[in-house]
């Protein structure tokens, strides 16, 4: 076990990016990053436990881009995901954060001595996706640091279901590797899953500074 208390073999994935919208909403934030990036984002539905919506952009390496919205929603008040999304929507919107998938998150609910909360999104269409998550209130603390998420739901209703093109090269974080990797608790290296992990600016504000996607038109920073 390491110091996160769990195995070494335990898999961890580099999940997805959540983007916080500004001023301009939901529809406008989706419209402008998908002119970026040369695709069309999906309206992915509405978070009830959380008081949010998204739209979301599928990945190849089973990731995805989720564009995120806060509510006038009771649940927004109270839920910490609510809670971050306003925050970062009030400072003019931009990256919230990045996720990690595992397995099992018992390790992070004894680690953190709280249990994973449940997620919910209702799609469009009417179908529902579920999970599990823990860390929010860690991430919104120190805003370099992901949350954890197990999926609960079928693969066929889980975003990676969708199979984009588009892959996530590199995350620039704002922070130190020695943070990140106590809380991971494994050591992330220059890659971490695939994805270039570039820590920069150790002595500013901590968070997601940027991502780098490849695209049929070349590399796109945002």
Excluded: C
């Amino acid at each position: 076990m390491d110091a996160a208390g769990h195995g070494k073999n335990d898999p961890m994935h580099v999940d997805h990016v959540t983007f916080a919208v500004g001023p301009a909403g939901l529809a406008a934030e989706s419209q402008r990053l998908g002119d970026l990036l040369g695709e069309r984002l999906k309206d992915g539905g509405f978070h009830p436990r959380f008081g949010t919506r998204n739209h979301i952009l599928p990945l190849a390496d089973d990731r995805y881009i989720e564009v995120v919205e806060v509510l006038e929603h009771p649940a927004a008040e109270k839920a910490p995901f609510g809670q971050a999304v306003r925050a970062r929507s009030e400072m003019g919107g931009g990256w919230l954060g990045w996720v990690i998938s595992v397995d099992d998150l018992s390790p992070y609910e004894q680690r953190l001595n709280r249990e994973a909360v449940p997620g919910m999104r209702h799609f469009p269409d009417g179908r529902k996706l579920e999970w599990e998550q823990i860390g929010v209130k860690g991430m919104m603390a120190d805003p370099q640091l992901p949350f954890f998420i197990h999926w609960l739901s079928d693969h066929e209703v889980q975003p990676k279901a969708l199979n984009g093109i588009i892959e996530l090269v590199e995350l620039e974080i704002a922070g130190t590797r020695n943070r990140v990797e106590d809380w991971l608790g494994i050591e992330v290296g220059e890659a971490f899953d695939g994805v270039a992990i570039n820590f920069t600016s150790p002595n500013g504000q901590p968070g997601l500074a940027a991502a780098t996607f490849s695209t049929p038109n070349g590399l796109v920073r945002i």
